[in-house]
């Protein structure tokens, strides 16, 4: 047992001499601090934005190193309930940069390094700042869209270390972009994806971006830095020294596909064809009230979910005007043999809803996606047709 003991001890001891000795390195003049910039790529939604994070390089020190703030862990504690909640963990983690970059080859990633033009001192404050945010009690951060990322928190390291001495020109940012127009320039090869940002994220992204908040783009980060200067004593320097491009990815975009537009309008011919044969033969066909008002009574339960259940930025979401959890009690009342009155002047009012929302859809503060419009359209008839025969049924009654 002592012998355990003293076994456990010394690497104890080892571990702790380690981290000590890792803190107190002193870069060599010959230390490099370089931004990483990855290219976005289409094989998944997350990657579709780009990524970026930071590399120490100190040859003298044999210090080749990737900081990097993009890191989860699925095996973190309850970690679908913290997604689901917006709670999520990301963390700074920290590799070997050729294991980094063998990956990054591997996955055909474009990607650019930018020395930043900054004196030892400078390098030295960012290195430290870099290693105690590494440490597992400082490592852990709650990841937001838009405003806590691993694109915002490279820029607040500089910020932190470098102070006033970085000045941005932010000529590069245009003043009628919102924080949804620019997830939507990555998104054009992701129509899914983009609609689902559009339905579940609320009328929070659609606020303006500034120049400052356009960082939390990789690709914005590094035409900030690039555009950026560094105040050295008396002089003004470009704030990049030297920039390389590393790999230029063979990937193609990804073209057609079946998109959501055409999905919708595919329902709304669906739903004016069941309506016609509806009036025709006197057919209810209460399947596609189901599916229309089911759907999207239930949509709109977990819309009111992420909004008042979750952190995420999907509070003043707009889309509840169509996505209505009212629906799923119109439909429970619709499905009985005995109707209330009041359920003919719901699906009226529901219906005039719709009709209200496609003609003032510009003037709202969120942006509707365009492809939800035959959708909307589709609610609108099969709601004032159900209102139509509902009135007729109970007038005969």
Same mark, same amino acid.
């Given at each position: 047992m002592s012998l355990q003991r003293s076994f456990i001890s010394f690497f104890l001891a080892l571990f702790f001499w380690?981290?000590?000795?890792?803190?107190? !390195?002193?870069?060599?003049?010959?230390?490099?601090?370089?931004?990483?910039?990855?290219?976005?790529?289409?094989?998944?939604?997350?990657?579709?934005?780009?990524?970026? @994070?930071?590399?120490?390089?100190?040859?003298?020190?044999?210090i080749d190193m990737v900081f990097n703030y993009g890191i989860f862990d699925f095996d973190q504690p309850n970690f679908y309930l913290n997604f689901t909640k917006g709670k999520l963990y990301y963390k700074l983690g920290t590799g070997n940069y050729e294991a980094y970059k063998r990956y990054y080859l591997r996955e055909d990633r474009s990607w650019r390094?930018?020395?930043?033009?900054?004196?030892?001192?400078?390098?030295?404050?960012?290195?430290?700042?870099? !290693?105690?945010?590494?440490k597992p009690e400082n490592a852990n951060y709650y990841y937001n869209y838009c405003y806590d990322n691993c694109a915002t928190r490279m820029r607040d390291?500089?910020?932190?270390?470098?102070?006033?001495?970085?000045?941005?020109?932010?000529?590069?940012?245009?003043?009628?972009?919102?924080?949804? =127009?620019?997830?939507?320039?990555?998104?054009?090869?992701?129509?899914?994806? =983009?609609?689902?940002?559009?339905?579940?994220?609320?009328?929070?992204?659609?606020?303006?971006?500034? /120049?400052? =908040?356009?960082?939390?783009?990789?690709?914005?980060?590094?035409?900030?830095?690039?555009? @950026?200067?560094?105040?050295?004593?008396?002089?003004?320097?470009? @704030?990049?020294?030297?920039?390389?491009?590393?790999?230029?990815?063979?990937?193609?975009?990804?073209?057609? /596909?079946?998109?959501p537009s055409h999905l919708f309008v595919i329902v709304f011919f669906v739903v004016g064809l069941i309506i016609h044969r509806g009036l025709k033969y006197q057919v209810n066909?209460?399947?596609?009230?189901?599916?229309?008002?089911?759907?999207?009574?239930?949509?709109?339960?977990?819309?009111?979910?992420?909004?008042?259940?979750?952190?995420?930025?999907?509070?003043?979401?707009?889309?509840?005007?169509?996505?209505?959890?009212?629906?799923?009690?119109?439909?429970?009342y619709l499905l009985k043999n005995s109707k209330p009155d009041w359920l003919s002047l719901y699906f009226q009012v529901f219906g005039g809803l719709q009709v209200l929302l496609i003609i003032f859809r510009e003037l709202l503060p969120q942006v509707i996606h365009f492809a939800l419009i035959p959708l909307v359209l589709a609610l609108a008839i099969r709601s004032f047709y159900l209102a139509y025969s509902l009135k007729k049924e109970n007038t005969s009654d």
């Open positions: 380690c981290e000590t000795a890792h803190s107190q !390195i002193r870069l060599s003049d010959q230390a490099e601090i370089i931004v990483l910039i990855l290219d976005p790529t289409q094989v998944e939604l997350y990657s579709a934005f780009g990524h970026s @994070a930071f590399r120490i390089s100190d040859p003298i020190n044999r390094e930018h020395a930043l033009n900054i004196g030892q001192e400078d390098k030295q404050a960012i290195f430290d700042f870099l !290693i105690n945010n590494a390291v500089l910020d932190l270390t470098l102070g006033d001495k970085i000045k941005y020109d932010y000529t590069y940012a245009s003043d009628s972009m919102s924080f949804r =127009d620019l997830m939507d320039k990555y998104l054009t090869y992701q129509p899914w994806g =983009d609609l689902g940002i559009d339905i579940c994220l609320g009328s929070q992204i659609d606020q303006r971006a500034s /120049g400052f =908040d356009y960082q939390y783009m990789p690709l914005y980060l590094e035409e900030a830095l690039l555009a @950026a200067t560094l105040q050295t004593d008396s002089l003004t320097v470009p @704030a990049i020294a030297t920039s390389a491009t590393m790999n230029v990815s063979s990937e193609q975009p990804l073209g057609g /596909g079946f998109k066909y209460r399947f596609i009230d189901v599916i229309l008002f089911g759907v999207t009574g239930l949509l709109g339960c977990f819309l009111l979910f992420l909004w008042f259940g979750t952190d995420h930025l999907s509070k003043y979401n707009y889309n509840l005007l169509w996505a209505m959890p009212l629906n799923l009690i119109g439909l429970f």
